[in-house]
Protein backbone atom coordinates (compact mmCIF):
# COMPACT_ATOMS: atom_id res chain seq x y z
CA UNK A 1 0.00 0.00 0.00
CA UNK A 2 2.47 2.33 0.81
CA UNK A 3 5.00 1.46 -1.50
CA UNK A 4 2.16 2.36 -4.22
CA UNK A 5 2.20 5.96 -2.57
CA UNK A 6 5.51 6.20 -3.11
CA UNK A 7 5.69 5.62 -6.68
CA UNK A 8 2.68 7.41 -7.51
CA UNK A 9 3.93 10.58 -5.80
CA UNK A 10 7.29 10.07 -7.12
CA UNK A 11 5.38 9.82 -10.67
CA UNK A 12 2.91 13.04 -9.77
CA UNK A 13 6.52 14.45 -8.44
CA UNK A 14 7.76 14.28 -11.93
CA UNK A 15 4.86 14.54 -14.26
CA UNK A 16 5.03 18.49 -12.14
CA UNK A 17 8.42 19.41 -12.38
CA UNK A 18 8.20 17.67 -16.40
CA UNK A 19 7.88 21.29 -18.15
CA UNK A 20 10.79 22.72 -16.19
CA UNK A 21 12.41 19.48 -17.07
CA UNK A 22 12.28 20.14 -20.86
CA UNK A 23 12.45 24.13 -20.79
CA UNK A 24 16.04 23.39 -18.58
CA UNK A 25 17.32 21.18 -21.14
CA UNK A 26 16.05 22.66 -24.41
CA UNK A 27 16.85 26.49 -23.11
CA UNK A 28 19.52 26.61 -20.82
CA UNK A 29 21.16 23.02 -20.69
CA UNK A 30 21.94 22.48 -24.24
CA UNK A 31 22.59 26.10 -25.39
CA UNK A 32 25.37 26.05 -22.23
CA UNK A 33 26.98 23.08 -23.35
CA UNK A 34 26.43 24.26 -27.38
CA UNK A 35 28.25 27.40 -26.43
CA UNK A 36 31.57 25.77 -24.77
CA UNK A 37 31.81 23.56 -27.71
CA UNK A 38 31.54 27.02 -29.77
CA UNK A 39 34.01 28.53 -28.03
CA UNK A 40 36.64 25.78 -29.57
CA UNK A 41 35.78 26.32 -32.81
CA UNK A 42 35.97 29.32 -35.66
CA UNK A 43 31.51 29.65 -36.45
CA UNK A 44 29.42 31.65 -38.05
CA UNK A 45 25.54 31.20 -38.24
CA UNK A 46 25.64 30.08 -41.53
CA UNK A 47 28.28 27.98 -41.97
CA UNK A 48 29.19 24.75 -39.46
CA UNK A 49 31.89 25.43 -36.76
CA UNK A 50 35.44 24.37 -37.18
CA UNK A 51 37.46 22.90 -34.59
CA UNK A 52 40.56 25.31 -33.91
CA UNK A 53 41.32 24.39 -29.99
CA UNK A 54 41.88 26.73 -27.48
CA UNK A 55 42.88 29.79 -30.68
CA UNK A 56 39.21 31.65 -29.33
CA UNK A 57 40.94 31.83 -26.29
CA UNK A 58 44.54 32.97 -26.68
CA UNK A 59 43.25 35.40 -29.31
CA UNK A 60 41.38 36.95 -26.59
CA UNK A 61 43.68 37.36 -24.35
CA UNK A 62 45.43 39.38 -26.69
CA UNK A 63 42.83 41.36 -27.80
CA UNK A 64 43.02 45.13 -26.38
CA UNK A 65 39.52 45.47 -26.67
CA UNK A 66 38.49 42.28 -24.76
CA UNK A 67 40.65 43.50 -21.51
CA UNK A 68 39.51 47.37 -22.06
CA UNK A 69 35.59 45.84 -21.75
CA UNK A 70 35.97 43.15 -19.44
CA UNK A 71 37.85 46.66 -17.41
CA UNK A 72 34.95 48.54 -18.05
CA UNK A 73 32.31 46.03 -16.83
CA UNK A 74 34.74 45.38 -13.64
CA UNK A 75 34.94 48.96 -12.90
CA UNK A 76 31.29 49.60 -12.92
CA UNK A 77 30.40 46.64 -11.02
CA UNK A 78 33.40 47.46 -8.05
CA UNK A 79 31.70 51.00 -7.79
CA UNK A 80 27.93 50.64 -8.67
CA UNK A 81 27.62 47.58 -6.31
CA UNK A 82 28.85 48.82 -2.76
CA UNK A 83 27.64 52.22 -3.79
CA UNK A 84 24.06 51.30 -4.44
CA UNK A 85 24.47 48.87 -1.23
CA UNK A 86 25.11 51.62 1.11
CA UNK A 87 22.56 54.02 -0.63
CA UNK A 88 19.86 51.42 0.23
CA UNK A 89 20.56 50.48 2.99
CA UNK A 90 21.07 54.39 3.89
CA UNK A 91 17.75 54.71 2.51
CA UNK A 92 16.53 51.80 4.54
CA UNK A 93 17.95 52.81 8.24
CA UNK A 94 16.14 56.51 7.31
CA UNK A 95 12.80 55.02 6.49
CA UNK A 96 12.72 52.92 9.18
CA UNK A 97 13.04 55.43 11.97
CA UNK A 98 9.16 55.69 12.10
CA UNK A 99 9.21 58.96 10.69
CA UNK A 100 5.29 59.98 9.69
CA UNK A 101 4.70 59.81 5.92
CA UNK A 102 7.26 56.47 5.74
CA UNK A 103 4.85 54.70 2.69
CA UNK A 104 5.31 58.30 1.14
CA UNK A 105 9.40 58.41 1.37
CA UNK A 106 9.05 54.65 0.11
CA UNK A 107 7.19 55.51 -2.33
CA UNK A 108 9.11 58.34 -4.05
CA UNK A 109 12.29 56.36 -3.49
CA UNK A 110 10.59 52.92 -5.35
CA UNK A 111 9.59 54.82 -8.35
CA UNK A 112 12.77 55.07 -10.21
CA UNK A 113 13.45 52.04 -10.44
CA UNK A 114 10.33 50.81 -12.00
CA UNK A 115 11.40 52.49 -15.01
CA UNK A 116 12.20 50.48 -18.07
CA UNK A 117 15.50 50.51 -19.22
CA UNK A 118 14.91 51.89 -22.67
CA UNK A 119 13.18 55.36 -20.86
CA UNK A 120 15.66 55.23 -18.36
CA UNK A 121 18.47 55.41 -20.92
CA UNK A 122 16.69 58.09 -23.31
CA UNK A 123 15.98 60.07 -19.88
CA UNK A 124 19.43 59.93 -18.58
CA UNK A 125 20.90 61.12 -21.81
CA UNK A 126 18.29 64.11 -21.73
CA UNK A 127 19.32 65.21 -17.99
CA UNK A 128 23.04 65.11 -18.75
CA UNK A 129 23.69 66.99 -22.38
CA UNK A 130 26.13 69.11 -22.02
CA UNK A 131 24.10 71.90 -23.57
CA UNK A 132 20.67 71.81 -22.01
CA UNK A 133 20.46 69.40 -19.67
CA UNK A 134 19.20 69.66 -16.34
CA UNK A 135 22.22 68.47 -14.28
CA UNK A 136 24.55 71.64 -16.08
CA UNK A 137 21.45 74.00 -15.06
CA UNK A 138 22.28 73.04 -11.75
CA UNK A 139 26.45 72.98 -12.27
CA UNK A 140 26.82 76.18 -14.20
CA UNK A 141 25.48 78.51 -12.19
CA UNK A 142 27.41 77.16 -9.07
CA UNK A 143 30.75 76.59 -10.92
CA UNK A 144 30.44 78.76 -13.94
CA UNK A 145 31.27 75.26 -16.06
CA UNK A 146 29.19 73.46 -18.44
CA UNK A 147 30.78 69.70 -18.72
CA UNK A 148 30.45 67.59 -21.43
CA UNK A 149 29.08 65.00 -19.05
CA UNK A 150 28.14 61.94 -21.93
CA UNK A 151 31.15 62.96 -24.26
CA UNK A 152 33.96 62.90 -21.80
CA UNK A 153 36.46 60.16 -21.29
CA UNK A 154 37.09 60.31 -17.27
CA UNK A 155 32.92 61.33 -16.58
CA UNK A 156 30.90 59.60 -19.48
CA UNK A 157 31.08 55.62 -17.24
CA UNK A 158 30.38 57.33 -13.84
CA UNK A 159 27.17 58.64 -15.30
CA UNK A 160 26.10 54.83 -15.83
CA UNK A 161 26.98 53.84 -12.09
CA UNK A 162 24.82 57.28 -10.48
CA UNK A 163 22.22 55.89 -12.93
CA UNK A 164 21.99 52.55 -11.39
CA UNK A 165 22.11 54.22 -7.93
CA UNK A 166 19.43 56.05 -9.09
CA UNK A 167 17.56 52.89 -9.45
CA UNK A 168 18.33 51.35 -5.81
CA UNK A 169 14.86 51.56 -4.67
CA UNK A 170 14.57 47.68 -5.34
CA UNK A 171 16.86 46.79 -2.86
CA UNK A 172 15.75 49.49 -0.29
CA UNK A 173 12.49 47.73 0.08
CA UNK A 174 14.02 44.64 0.18
CA UNK A 175 16.39 45.80 3.34
CA UNK A 176 13.25 47.86 4.69
CA UNK A 177 11.56 44.89 5.31
CA UNK A 178 14.83 43.01 6.44
CA UNK A 179 15.28 45.71 9.51
CA UNK A 180 11.55 44.91 10.36
CA UNK A 181 12.12 41.63 10.72
CA UNK A 182 14.77 42.35 14.05
CA UNK A 183 13.76 41.73 17.02
CA UNK A 184 13.03 44.52 18.92
CA UNK A 185 14.11 43.04 21.94
CA UNK A 186 17.55 43.10 21.51
CA UNK A 187 17.37 47.21 20.91
CA UNK A 188 15.10 47.44 24.40
CA UNK A 189 18.43 45.07 26.39
CA UNK A 190 20.94 47.85 24.41
CA UNK A 191 18.83 50.71 25.40
CA UNK A 192 19.02 49.16 29.16
CA UNK A 193 22.81 49.16 28.68
CA UNK A 194 22.89 52.60 27.40
CA UNK A 195 23.63 52.01 23.81
CA UNK A 196 24.29 55.00 21.36
CA UNK A 197 22.13 55.08 18.00
CA UNK A 198 25.69 54.31 16.25
CA UNK A 199 26.01 51.51 18.35
CA UNK A 200 23.05 49.91 17.75
CA UNK A 201 23.23 49.84 14.53
CA UNK A 202 26.90 48.84 13.74
CA UNK A 203 26.28 45.62 16.41
CA UNK A 204 22.39 44.75 16.24
CA UNK A 205 21.24 46.22 13.25
CA UNK A 206 24.03 45.35 10.45
CA UNK A 207 24.64 41.96 12.03
CA UNK A 208 21.12 40.82 11.37
CA UNK A 209 20.92 42.79 8.55
CA UNK A 210 24.49 40.70 7.19
CA UNK A 211 22.45 37.32 5.72
CA UNK A 212 20.41 39.62 3.65
CA UNK A 213 23.13 41.63 2.58
CA UNK A 214 24.61 38.75 1.56
CA UNK A 215 22.23 37.37 -0.93
CA UNK A 216 21.68 40.74 -2.74
CA UNK A 217 25.24 41.42 -2.92
CA UNK A 218 25.59 38.02 -4.80
CA UNK A 219 22.31 39.10 -7.22
CA UNK A 220 24.18 42.38 -7.98
CA UNK A 221 27.45 40.97 -8.97
CA UNK A 222 25.37 38.12 -11.19
CA UNK A 223 23.51 41.12 -12.13
CA UNK A 224 25.81 43.72 -13.29
CA UNK A 225 28.36 41.60 -15.45
CA UNK A 226 25.39 41.77 -18.05
CA UNK A 227 24.64 44.79 -17.78
CA UNK A 228 23.44 45.43 -21.63
CA UNK A 229 20.93 47.78 -22.27
CA UNK A 230 21.73 50.88 -20.53
CA UNK A 231 25.28 51.39 -22.60
CA UNK A 232 24.51 49.79 -25.60
CA UNK A 233 21.40 52.64 -25.86
CA UNK A 234 23.20 55.54 -24.44
CA UNK A 235 26.96 55.09 -25.79
CA UNK A 236 26.71 53.85 -29.06
CA UNK A 237 30.76 51.93 -29.89
CA UNK A 238 31.45 52.66 -26.38
CA UNK A 239 32.02 56.29 -27.15
CA UNK A 240 34.19 58.26 -25.84
CA UNK A 241 36.91 55.96 -27.17
CA UNK A 242 35.35 53.10 -25.86
CA UNK A 243 35.55 53.90 -22.00
CA UNK A 244 31.78 52.86 -21.76
CA UNK A 245 32.31 49.83 -23.76
CA UNK A 246 30.93 47.15 -21.38
CA UNK A 247 31.65 43.02 -21.73
CA UNK A 248 27.71 42.29 -22.75
CA UNK A 249 28.13 44.38 -25.55
CA UNK A 250 31.24 43.40 -26.91
CA UNK A 251 30.05 39.96 -26.71
CA UNK A 252 26.56 41.34 -28.60
CA UNK A 253 28.60 43.38 -31.11
CA UNK A 254 30.84 39.93 -31.82
CA UNK A 255 28.25 37.26 -32.41
CA UNK A 256 26.04 39.57 -34.09
CA UNK A 257 27.89 42.20 -36.01
CA UNK A 258 31.04 40.89 -36.73
CA UNK A 259 29.57 37.42 -36.81
CA UNK A 260 32.06 35.65 -35.40
CA UNK A 261 29.82 33.20 -32.92
CA UNK A 262 32.68 31.10 -32.18
CA UNK A 263 34.56 33.82 -30.25
CA UNK A 264 31.58 35.04 -29.16
CA UNK A 265 30.99 31.82 -26.85
CA UNK A 266 34.45 32.66 -25.56
CA UNK A 267 33.83 35.41 -23.79
CA UNK A 268 30.45 34.24 -23.09
CA UNK A 269 32.30 31.61 -21.23
CA UNK A 270 34.69 34.08 -19.62
CA UNK A 271 31.56 36.10 -18.40
CA UNK A 272 30.23 33.01 -16.89
CA UNK A 273 33.60 31.60 -15.08
CA UNK A 274 33.78 35.42 -13.69
CA UNK A 275 30.41 34.99 -12.72
CA UNK A 276 31.47 31.86 -10.49
CA UNK A 277 33.99 33.06 -9.13
CA UNK A 278 33.05 36.21 -7.82
CA UNK A 279 30.14 34.89 -6.44
CA UNK A 280 32.62 31.64 -4.65
CA UNK A 281 34.65 34.60 -3.26
CA UNK A 282 31.66 36.96 -2.31
CA UNK A 283 30.18 33.71 -0.39
CA UNK A 284 33.45 32.78 0.74
CA UNK A 285 34.33 35.70 2.03
CA UNK A 286 31.07 37.15 3.76
CA UNK A 287 29.90 33.92 4.86
CA UNK A 288 32.46 34.83 8.00
CA UNK A 289 31.26 37.78 8.97
CA UNK A 290 27.70 37.28 8.03
CA UNK A 291 25.08 36.65 11.32
CA UNK A 292 22.98 33.53 10.79
CA UNK A 293 20.11 33.28 13.53
CA UNK A 294 19.98 30.12 15.43
CA UNK A 295 16.98 28.80 14.75
CA UNK B 1 13.04 69.46 33.52
CA UNK B 2 15.58 67.14 31.97
CA UNK B 3 12.69 65.39 30.58
CA UNK B 4 11.61 68.16 28.74
CA UNK B 5 15.03 68.78 26.74
CA UNK B 6 14.65 64.98 26.01
CA UNK B 7 11.68 65.56 24.25
CA UNK B 8 12.76 69.13 22.49
CA UNK B 9 16.30 67.13 20.63
CA UNK B 10 13.65 64.64 19.86
CA UNK B 11 11.98 67.00 17.85
CA UNK B 12 14.93 68.59 16.39
CA UNK B 13 16.02 64.88 15.46
CA UNK B 14 12.44 63.84 13.60
CA UNK B 15 12.85 67.43 12.21
CA UNK B 16 16.57 66.59 10.95
CA UNK B 17 15.12 63.53 9.38
CA UNK B 18 12.22 64.73 7.66
CA UNK B 19 14.05 67.08 5.84
CA UNK B 20 17.03 65.04 4.61
CA UNK B 21 13.97 62.92 3.50
CA UNK B 22 12.57 65.57 1.50
CA UNK B 23 15.50 66.83 -0.03
CA UNK B 24 16.50 63.03 -0.94
CA UNK B 25 12.99 62.11 -2.41
CA UNK B 26 13.61 65.60 -4.65
CA UNK B 27 16.95 64.10 -6.03
CA UNK B 28 14.39 60.74 -6.69
CA UNK B 29 11.55 62.25 -8.04
CA UNK B 30 13.13 65.38 -10.25
CA UNK B 31 14.69 63.37 -13.16
CA UNK B 32 11.10 62.07 -13.59
CA UNK B 33 9.49 64.91 -13.09
CA UNK B 34 12.21 66.66 -15.59
CA UNK B 35 10.59 64.00 -18.20
CA UNK B 36 6.82 64.49 -17.55
CA UNK B 37 8.15 68.13 -17.79
CA UNK B 38 10.05 68.05 -21.06
CA UNK B 39 7.36 65.96 -22.81
CA UNK B 40 4.41 68.99 -22.28
CA UNK B 41 6.96 71.65 -23.65
CA UNK B 42 7.47 73.13 -27.34
CA UNK B 43 10.76 72.15 -29.39
CA UNK B 44 12.28 75.26 -28.44
CA UNK B 45 11.38 75.35 -24.66
CA UNK B 46 12.40 72.17 -24.23
CA UNK B 47 15.93 73.20 -25.32
CA UNK B 48 16.10 76.75 -23.31
CA UNK B 49 19.34 77.15 -21.29
CA UNK B 50 18.48 78.58 -18.95
CA UNK B 51 15.65 76.09 -18.86
CA UNK B 52 12.32 76.61 -18.58
CA UNK B 53 11.42 74.37 -15.04
CA UNK B 54 7.33 74.46 -16.15
CA UNK B 55 6.01 74.47 -19.46
CA UNK B 56 4.15 77.19 -20.83
CA UNK B 57 1.79 76.29 -22.03
CA UNK B 58 1.56 72.99 -21.82
CA UNK B 59 1.57 70.61 -25.00
CA UNK B 60 -0.41 67.62 -24.56
CA UNK B 61 -0.24 67.33 -28.27
CA UNK B 62 3.15 66.46 -28.05
CA UNK B 63 1.79 62.98 -26.93
CA UNK B 64 -0.24 62.82 -29.94
CA UNK B 65 2.83 64.05 -32.08
CA UNK B 66 4.98 61.09 -30.56
CA UNK B 67 2.16 58.68 -31.19
CA UNK B 68 2.36 58.83 -34.74
CA UNK B 69 5.33 59.72 -35.38
CA UNK B 70 7.48 57.89 -38.59
CA UNK B 71 3.40 57.12 -39.67
CA UNK B 72 4.76 57.54 -42.86
CA UNK B 73 6.72 54.75 -43.50
CA UNK B 74 4.43 52.43 -41.68
CA UNK B 75 1.32 53.16 -44.68
CA UNK B 76 -0.28 55.24 -42.18
CA UNK B 77 -0.67 53.65 -39.18
CA UNK B 78 0.80 55.14 -35.82
CA UNK B 79 4.35 53.02 -34.77
CA UNK B 80 3.21 53.83 -31.22
CA UNK B 81 0.23 51.67 -31.99
CA UNK B 82 1.66 48.81 -33.35
CA UNK B 83 4.59 48.44 -30.63
CA UNK B 84 2.07 48.88 -27.57
CA UNK B 85 0.04 46.09 -29.39
CA UNK B 86 3.41 43.61 -29.99
CA UNK B 87 4.40 44.53 -26.34
CA UNK B 88 1.14 43.82 -24.63
CA UNK B 89 0.57 40.84 -26.78
CA UNK B 90 3.87 39.49 -25.81
CA UNK B 91 3.26 40.28 -22.27
CA UNK B 92 0.13 38.65 -22.40
CA UNK B 93 1.30 35.31 -23.78
CA UNK B 94 4.20 35.60 -21.17
CA UNK B 95 3.32 36.17 -18.38
CA UNK B 96 -0.16 33.72 -18.88
CA UNK B 97 2.95 30.98 -19.55
CA UNK B 98 5.22 31.98 -16.29
CA UNK B 99 2.07 31.88 -13.91
CA UNK B 100 0.69 28.67 -15.48
CA UNK B 101 3.78 26.10 -15.60
CA UNK B 102 5.98 28.03 -12.44
CA UNK B 103 2.52 27.17 -10.54
CA UNK B 104 2.86 24.02 -11.30
CA UNK B 105 6.56 23.11 -10.97
CA UNK B 106 6.80 24.87 -8.17
CA UNK B 107 4.16 22.49 -6.54
CA UNK B 108 6.66 19.30 -7.48
CA UNK B 109 9.43 20.69 -5.75
CA UNK B 110 7.73 21.95 -2.67
CA UNK B 111 5.08 19.51 -1.98
CA UNK B 112 5.73 15.87 -3.52
CA UNK B 113 8.62 13.74 -2.81
CA UNK B 114 10.90 12.10 -5.03
CA UNK B 115 13.72 10.68 -5.66
CA UNK B 116 16.51 13.21 -6.68
CA UNK B 117 14.08 15.92 -5.84
CA UNK B 118 16.77 17.90 -3.76
CA UNK B 119 19.42 17.39 -6.05
CA UNK B 120 17.22 18.70 -9.38
CA UNK B 121 16.26 21.83 -7.12
CA UNK B 122 19.91 22.35 -5.85
CA UNK B 123 20.48 22.44 -9.77
CA UNK B 124 17.63 24.67 -10.56
CA UNK B 125 18.96 27.14 -7.96
CA UNK B 126 22.30 27.00 -9.55
CA UNK B 127 20.96 28.36 -12.92
CA UNK B 128 20.49 31.63 -11.46
CA UNK B 129 24.16 32.07 -12.10
CA UNK B 130 23.94 31.33 -15.58
CA UNK B 131 24.60 34.82 -17.86
CA UNK B 132 22.48 35.40 -20.76
CA UNK B 133 25.51 36.18 -23.17
CA UNK B 134 26.75 32.93 -22.86
CA UNK B 135 23.51 31.34 -23.99
CA UNK B 136 22.47 33.83 -26.26
CA UNK B 137 24.33 32.42 -29.48
CA UNK B 138 23.19 28.95 -29.37
CA UNK B 139 19.62 30.15 -28.44
CA UNK B 140 19.61 32.30 -31.41
CA UNK B 141 20.82 29.21 -33.62
CA UNK B 142 17.92 26.94 -31.87
CA UNK B 143 15.04 29.47 -32.71
CA UNK B 144 16.66 30.34 -36.35
CA UNK B 145 16.21 26.27 -36.72
CA UNK B 146 12.89 26.30 -35.34
CA UNK B 147 12.04 28.72 -37.80
CA UNK B 148 10.96 31.65 -35.12
CA UNK B 149 13.29 34.50 -35.99
CA UNK B 150 11.20 37.13 -36.78
CA UNK B 151 8.30 35.65 -34.97
CA UNK B 152 7.73 36.65 -31.09
CA UNK B 153 7.82 33.42 -30.01
CA UNK B 154 11.32 33.04 -28.89
CA UNK B 155 10.14 35.76 -26.91
CA UNK B 156 7.13 34.09 -24.82
CA UNK B 157 7.37 30.38 -25.74
CA UNK B 158 10.56 29.45 -23.36
CA UNK B 159 8.22 31.43 -20.36
CA UNK B 160 5.93 28.12 -20.61
CA UNK B 161 8.53 26.24 -19.22
CA UNK B 162 9.30 28.02 -16.00
CA UNK B 163 12.40 29.44 -14.40
CA UNK B 164 14.41 29.34 -11.46
CA UNK B 165 13.65 32.82 -9.94
CA UNK B 166 9.54 31.99 -9.87
CA UNK B 167 9.90 28.18 -8.44
CA UNK B 168 12.01 28.95 -5.91
CA UNK B 169 9.53 32.32 -5.13
CA UNK B 170 6.86 30.10 -4.98
CA UNK B 171 7.90 27.21 -3.24
CA UNK B 172 8.76 29.02 -0.72
CA UNK B 173 5.22 30.60 -0.44
CA UNK B 174 3.81 26.68 -1.18
CA UNK B 175 6.17 25.38 1.73
CA UNK B 176 3.75 27.75 4.24
CA UNK B 177 0.77 26.15 3.35
CA UNK B 178 -0.53 23.58 6.19
CA UNK B 179 0.40 19.71 4.36
CA UNK B 180 -2.70 18.56 6.73
CA UNK B 181 -4.32 20.62 4.18
CA UNK B 182 -3.31 18.01 1.47
CA UNK B 183 -3.69 15.44 3.52
CA UNK B 184 -6.88 15.99 4.60
CA UNK B 185 -7.57 15.95 0.30
CA UNK B 186 -5.87 12.84 -0.04
CA UNK B 187 -7.96 11.16 2.72
CA UNK B 188 -11.02 12.37 0.15
CA UNK B 189 -9.29 10.67 -2.38
CA UNK B 190 -8.14 13.65 -4.10
CA UNK B 191 -5.21 13.08 -7.06
CA UNK B 192 -2.30 15.48 -6.48
CA UNK B 193 -3.54 16.99 -9.88
CA UNK B 194 -6.94 18.17 -7.77
CA UNK B 195 -5.18 18.89 -4.76
CA UNK B 196 -2.99 21.35 -6.57
CA UNK B 197 -5.97 22.96 -8.11
CA UNK B 198 -8.66 22.90 -5.24
CA UNK B 199 -6.44 23.20 -2.06
CA UNK B 200 -3.03 24.83 -3.24
CA UNK B 201 -3.80 27.39 -5.93
CA UNK B 202 -6.67 29.36 -4.10
CA UNK B 203 -4.51 29.76 -1.29
CA UNK B 204 -1.26 30.73 -3.56
CA UNK B 205 -3.35 33.65 -5.47
CA UNK B 206 -1.24 36.44 -3.49
CA UNK B 207 2.01 34.59 -4.58
CA UNK B 208 1.17 34.01 -8.15
CA UNK B 209 -0.11 37.58 -8.59
CA UNK B 210 3.82 38.53 -7.62
CA UNK B 211 5.12 35.98 -10.04
CA UNK B 212 2.65 37.81 -12.43
CA UNK B 213 3.76 40.64 -11.58
CA UNK B 214 7.32 40.51 -11.88
CA UNK B 215 6.96 38.93 -15.54
CA UNK B 216 5.45 41.23 -16.74
CA UNK B 217 7.58 43.81 -15.48
CA UNK B 218 10.59 42.01 -16.85
CA UNK B 219 8.77 41.40 -20.49
CA UNK B 220 7.64 45.19 -20.42
CA UNK B 221 11.50 45.96 -20.24
CA UNK B 222 13.42 43.47 -22.11
CA UNK B 223 15.50 44.99 -25.02
CA UNK B 224 17.81 42.91 -25.50
CA UNK B 225 15.38 39.76 -26.58
CA UNK B 226 13.16 41.46 -28.69
CA UNK B 227 16.68 43.34 -30.46
CA UNK B 228 17.80 39.69 -30.62
CA UNK B 229 15.15 38.02 -32.58
CA UNK B 230 12.33 41.13 -34.04
CA UNK B 231 14.03 43.17 -37.36
CA UNK B 232 10.92 44.17 -39.26
CA UNK B 233 9.31 47.62 -37.54
CA UNK B 234 6.05 45.87 -37.78
CA UNK B 235 7.01 43.12 -34.86
CA UNK B 236 8.91 46.07 -33.00
CA UNK B 237 7.77 46.17 -29.00
CA UNK B 238 7.91 49.59 -26.92
CA UNK B 239 11.35 48.95 -26.00
CA UNK B 240 12.83 48.73 -29.60
CA UNK B 241 10.05 51.22 -31.04
CA UNK B 242 11.23 54.19 -28.81
CA UNK B 243 14.54 53.15 -29.37
CA UNK B 244 14.65 52.72 -33.05
CA UNK B 245 12.78 56.14 -32.88
CA UNK B 246 15.47 58.09 -30.89
CA UNK B 247 18.30 56.97 -33.20
CA UNK B 248 17.20 56.35 -36.60
CA UNK B 249 16.43 58.49 -39.23
CA UNK B 250 17.95 61.66 -37.48
CA UNK B 251 15.80 60.79 -34.48
CA UNK B 252 13.08 62.01 -32.92
CA UNK B 253 13.18 65.70 -31.03
CA UNK B 254 13.61 65.56 -27.62
CA UNK B 255 10.07 66.45 -26.16
CA UNK B 256 8.44 63.96 -28.80
CA UNK B 257 11.41 61.62 -26.74
CA UNK B 258 10.59 62.50 -23.61
CA UNK B 259 6.50 61.98 -24.45
CA UNK B 260 7.56 58.62 -25.98
CA UNK B 261 9.47 57.55 -22.67
CA UNK B 262 6.98 58.89 -20.32
CA UNK B 263 4.13 56.28 -22.20
CA UNK B 264 6.12 53.92 -21.71
CA UNK B 265 6.93 54.24 -18.22
CA UNK B 266 3.16 55.34 -17.40
CA UNK B 267 1.22 51.66 -17.55
CA UNK B 268 4.27 50.70 -15.06
CA UNK B 269 3.28 53.20 -12.30
CA UNK B 270 -0.28 53.04 -12.65
CA UNK B 271 0.07 49.53 -12.14
CA UNK B 272 2.13 50.02 -9.21
CA UNK B 273 -0.10 52.58 -7.34
CA UNK B 274 -2.99 49.45 -7.72
CA UNK B 275 -0.83 46.41 -6.87
CA UNK B 276 1.72 48.37 -4.45
CA UNK B 277 0.78 45.58 -1.62
CA UNK B 278 2.30 42.69 -3.98
CA UNK B 279 5.12 44.58 -5.35
CA UNK B 280 6.42 45.74 -1.71
CA UNK B 281 5.94 42.26 -0.31
CA UNK B 282 6.89 40.42 -3.26
CA UNK B 283 10.38 42.10 -3.54
CA UNK B 284 10.68 41.94 0.21
CA UNK B 285 10.32 38.22 0.04
CA UNK B 286 12.46 37.75 -3.21
CA UNK B 287 15.15 39.63 -1.14
CA UNK B 288 15.04 38.00 2.49
CA UNK B 289 14.31 34.63 1.80
CA UNK B 290 17.70 34.08 0.44
Redesign the interface.
Known sequence: MSKTK?T???K??????A??F???S???L???L??LY?SFTEYT?LTPPVWIGLENYSDLLKDELFWKSLGNSFYYALIAIPLGTFVAIG?AL??N?K???QAF????????S??????LA???L??F?G??G?I??IV??IFHVKPNWLGDVKLAKNIMIVMST?GV???M??Y???LQ?VPVALYEAADLDGASPALKTWRITLPMLS??I???V??SI?GS??V??QP??MF?GGAPERTTYFF?VY??DT??RDNR?GY??A???I??LI??VL?YVAIKYMDKRVHYEAN | MAKKSLKHQNITNVALVHVVLVFLSAIFLIPLLWMISTSLKTDVQALAFPPVWVPNPPQPGNYKQAWEYGMEQLAGQAPMLIYARNSILIAILTVTGTVVSNAIVAYSFARLRWPGRDIAFAITLATMMVPFPVIMVPLFGLFKDFGWVGSFRPLWIPAWFAGAFNIFLLRQFYRTIPFELSEAAKIDGCSEWAIFQQVILPLAKPALAVVALFSFMGTWNDFLGPLLYLQDQKTFTLAVGIQAFRSQAGGAPIHLQMAASTMMVAPIIILFFFAQKQFIQGIATSGLKG
Open positions: VNQTAGLLFAPWIGFVFLYPLKSNILLLQVKGYRTFFFLPLVPVVPILWWLNESINAEPWGNAVILAGQPVMFNVMIFQFAYIPSIYAFMASMGWMFILT
